[in-house]
């Protein structure tokens, strides 16, 4: 499981555009972290890596809950704001998740039981000196 260090944020755009590179076309991604770690920053280099969208298009779903990108390459989700499994239902994830497609789900972790068992999962901690600690876990 590799595990990467990012100092600051353009770093850590070029390492979601590494990520890119190694993803399948077909992706379920969990961005785990607490408020502000950079899973959306993140998510930019990622989107930006795949070709679906210039790093200034992409911002964080919050209100929106899906951003679609590239005619449907990419979604970036985000579920801080659903309450419970049944809110989350009503976004239609299966249909989703059956795209060919890489999904990005901010704050997934809080939903497994609705998540699908083959994902990545890429954990981002705050470090040392506003380093970030990046570890990315594939499941199969």
Do not use: C
Not at 59 to 66: D, G, Q, V, W
Not at 107 to 130: H, S, T, Y
């Amino acid at each position: 499981m590799p595990a990467y260090r990012t100092a600051t944020e353009a770093e850590t755009i070029e390492l979601g555009r590494k990520i890119a590179r190694e993803l399948p076309p077909r992706a379920v991604v969990l961005l785990i972290g607490n408020l502000g770690a950079g899973k959306t920053t993140l998510a930019k280099g990622i989107v930006n890596g795949l070709g679906a969208a210039e790093i200034e298009e992409v911002a964080s779903p919050t209100f929106t809950l899906i951003h679609e990108y590239g005619g449907g390459k990419v979604f970036h989700i985000d579920l801080y704001r659903m309450e419970d499994a049944r809110d989350v239902a009503t976004l239609g994830l299966e249909d989703v998740f059956d795209r060919e497609a890489v999904v990005l789900i901010e704050w997934g972790e809080r939903f497994p039981q609705l998540m699908p068992l083959e994902r990545v999962e890429i954990r981002i901690e705050a470090a040392d000196n506003d380093e970030r600690k990046i570890v990315v876990t594939e499941l199969k």
